[in-house]
Nanobody, 111 residues
Framework: VQLQAFGGGLVQAGDSLTLSCAVS????????VGWFRQAPGKEREFVSV????????YYADSVKGRFTISRDNAKNTVYLQMNRLKPEDTAVYYC?????WGQGTLVTVSS
């Protein structure tokens, strides 16, 4: 299984950004997929998860109402739409499926 996260970058506070996680090597539509993040000097934390069908989603309180997770099972891809970004959202964002992890993509939010 390979997961590749991309779409990170440098943005200003209040901006939006969409991350993508492309998955290969396993039946993508059978597994939930999660997004996690790790800020400098901090432990990795949960951000959001989406069920295999996409019908259920969950969010960390810190991003609820600002981030939206979605998936396209035809494209083996999960997305994380991030709105109203804050400097505290700065982190490396990782996607995870079936205990496999992508390499991470860096999001930097300047104030």
């Amino acid at each position: 299984v390979q997961l590749q996260a991309f779409g990170g970058g440098l943005v200003q506070a209040g901006d939006s950004l969409t991350l993508s996680c492309a998955v290969s090597g396993r039946t993508f539509s059978s597994y939930p997929v999660g997004w996690f993040r790790q800020a400098p000097g901090k432990e990795r934390e949960f951000v959001s998860v989406i069920s295999s069908s996409g019908s259920r989603t969950y969010y960390a309180d810190s991003v609820k109402g600002r981030f939206t997770i979605s998936r396209d099972n035809a494209k083996n891809t999960v997305y994380l739409q991030m709105n109203r970004l804050k400097p505290e959202d700065t982190a490396v964002y990782y996607c995870e499926m079936a205990l496999y992890w992508g390499q991470g993509t860096l999001v930097t939010v300047s104030s």
